[in-house]
Nanobody, 123 residues
Framework: QVQLVESGGGLVQPGGSLRLSCAASGTISIINTMGWYRQAPGKEREYVARISRAGSTNYADSVKGRFTISRNNGKNLVYLQMNSLKPEDTAVYYC?????????????????WGMGTQVTVSS
């Protein structure tokens, strides 16, 4: 039905920047909240940021002021601009979206996840 694919991960030195993208495809009527989580080795999945359809944003304290989430509603894309990266930002980053696939009134939304993209911050 709906597939999410992340891109933009890689290896970067401390203090560097990366921009992650997540594209949704499939049967999509409306996408509400979009966001990102991350999971470091041996740790639980951790919330990073989210953005509403109207553009309201929220961030985890650990990334506030360094990461910026944005979206392109026309292209079903969500981005995560990551600046001033630290070794502790190393993780697999997963995007998620709440998607309405049907077109009738009050159709429910469902949450979809991407497969993840690796971000490694190391010198």
């Amino acid at each position: 039905q709906v597939q999410l694919v992340e891109s933009g991960g890689g290896l970067v030195q401390p203090g560097g920047s990366l921009r992650l993208s997540c594209a949704a495809s499939g049967t999509i009527s409306i996408i509400n909240t979009m966001g990102w989580y991350r999971q470091a080795p041996g740790k639980e999945r951790e919330y990073v940021a989210r953005i509403s359809r109207a553009g309201s944003t929220n961030y985890a304290d650990s990334v506030k002021g360094r990461f910026t989430i944005s979206r392109n509603n026309g292209k079903n894309l969500v981005y995560l601009q990551m600046n001033s990266l630290k070794p502790e930002d190393t993780a697999v980053y997963y995007c998620y979206m709440y998607v309405i696939t049907a077109t009738y009134r009050s159709a429910p939304e469902a949450q979809y996840w991407g497969m993840g993209t690796q971000v490694t911050v190391s010198s």
